[in-house]
Every structure is written in C-alpha cells, then in structure tokens.
C-alpha cells in the first residue's frame, strides 16, 4: 500500500491525482483549508477503494505547519509520496499596485513550500526513501508580463526543489518537479478555454506516472516542454518586446 500526503487536496489538480492513485489501494492523509470539503474528498476516495484521513490547515500559518507533518506521520506510519498542490493564481495587476498582493503570492506559492518541503525533506531522508514532489509550473520558467509574480514563486519553487534534489538524490529520496501549464480548474476559469488547456483528470495521471517514473521534472501535458524551450530560447532583446 502507498502512503501519500497531499496538500492542497481539494484542489482541482490535487483531487485528480488523488483519484489516480486510489485504484491502487493507497492511504491518504489529506490536507486542505476547508476541512468540510477536505472530507468529502476523503469520502470519494474511500468509495474508490482507498482510505484517507483529512486535516486543516491555512498554508500561511507558517506555526503550524509542524504540526501536519505530525498528524500524518501518526497517521500513516510511513510516507512514500508528499504532493504539494496547493496554490494561488493572484491578481498581476493588483500584486503591481499592492505589495500585500504581491507577498500573499510568494508566500502561498513558494515559501510555504519551502517551509512544508523543507520539514518533509528531514523526515524522508531519515526514512531512507520516497518521493518528494510539487506543482510549479510552465509559468516559472520565464517572466512574462502577464503573470510574471506567480511566475516568480513558480520558478523560485522549481530552483527549490532542484537544491533538494541535489542534497537529497544519494539519501535515496526522489524529487520530482511538476510543471502544468493551462489546466481547466476553477483556478482558471475566468480564463478562455483554448486548446492549450488540459483536463485535469488527464493531468493526474500524468502526475501518477511522472511519481512512479522517479522524473526530476515533469511537463505536463508534455506538449509544453518543446513550447517553452522556443521560449527560454528567444533572446532578451527580443523578448522584452513581446506582449506574453
């Protein structure tokens, strides 16, 4: 049996790969903000044949933290897979007028995950083994105008998670850096719906078989690893002249 940890897990993302991995069997301990909707994830992933447990917790309370980290452990008795899917997408034009805009995106992006990450980092290095694994996204690996301050987190994210990849690659833990570009969640759904956009059922699976596939780095869909490789690849004078 799998034991998985994932925050964020109401998410549409999250629930999505909950839902993959749960035909296996696997035992979940949940972490969301709203413990009533946090449950009725647990709910359905029991009626797939799994089990789970949910818990709260608000990311930006950064005191508890520890604590979850406690709770699971308890819980599952052994971690193999801690999944960070939590995440805002912010205002850009709000975060460029108002810092507190602007932190609260660094803040729930990035730096809670450098906090949750960095906590689970110890426990799985002393284990010996697992996964460590966290949505960035396509976003992080160039700023681009339209959403350079998620961008910023998202990117700060993947330079994170590369660091414990190096420290912690011969303590026999992998990480694993996910990296959706557009996927068709709430999150996303003031936005027009083009073709670029993912199902996010079909993203799960894709983060299921990048997890099982010991990835360092996951595009996915992977359509978006040749798109933005054209994209770091446009050089600086030019790119600062495009409207992205």
């Known amino acids: 049996m799998t034991h998985i940890v994932i925050y964020g897990a109401t998410s549409a993302i999250g629930q999505a790969t909950a839902r993959a991995f749960a035909d296996e069997g696997a035992h979940f301990f949940l972490v969301g903000r709203d413990l009533a909707r946090t449950d009725q994830v647990a709910q359905?992933?029991?009626?797939?044949?799994?089990?789970?447990?949910?818990?709260?917790?608000?990311?930006?309370?950064?005191?508890?933290?520890?604590?979850?980290?406690?709770?699971?452990?308890?819980?599952?008795?052994?971690?193999?897979?801690?999944?960070?899917c939590h995440g805002v997408l912010g205002d850009q034009a709000?975060?460029?007028k108002d810092y507190a805009a602007a932190e609260?995106?660094?803040?729930?992006?990035?730096?809670?995950?450098?906090?949750?990450?960095?906590?689970?980092?110890?426990?799985?290095?002393?284990?010996?083994?697992?996964?460590?694994?966290?949505?960035?996204?396509?976003?992080?690996?160039?700023?681009?105008?339209?959403?350079?301050?998620?961008?910023?987190?998202?990117?700060?994210?993947?330079?994170?998670l590369s660091g414990l990849r190096n420290r912690l690659f011969n303590k026999g833990v992998h990480v694993c850096d996910i990296k959706p570009g557009f996927v068709s969640t709430p999150m996303t759904a003031h936005l027009d719906q083009g073709p670029l956009f993912?199902?996010?059922?079909?993203?799960?699976?894709?983060?299921?078989?990048?997890?099982?596939?010991?990835?360092?780095?996951?595009?996915?869909?992977?359509?978006?690893?040749?798109?933005?490789?054209?994209?770091r690849a446009v050089p600086e004078p030019l790119f600062k002249r495009m409207k992205l």
Request: proline share 1%; net charge negative.
């Open 104 to 160: 609260r995106i660094l803040q729930v992006n990035f730096l809670s995950v450098v906090s949750l990450g960095g906590m689970w980092a110890n426990v799985l290095e002393e284990q010996g083994h697992g996964t460590l694994a966290a949505v960035s996204s396509v976003a992080g690996d160039r700023g681009r105008q339209s959403n350079y301050m998620y961008g910023t987190a998202k990117g700060a994210v993947s330079i994170f």
């Open 94 to 96: 709000e975060a460029e």
């Open 198 to 231: 993912a199902d996010a059922d079909k993203v799960g699976r894709q983060i299921k078989e990048a997890i099982r596939g010991r990835k360092d780095e996951a595009y996915v869909p992977g359509f978006w690893r040749p798109i933005m490789g054209a994209i």
């Open 44 to 84: 359905d992933l029991q009626s797939r044949g799994a089990q789970a447990t949910a818990c709260v917790l608000d990311v930006l309370d950064f005191d508890a933290h520890q604590a979850t980290v406690e709770q699971a452990r308890q819980s599952l008795g052994q971690v193999d897979i801690v999944l960070f």
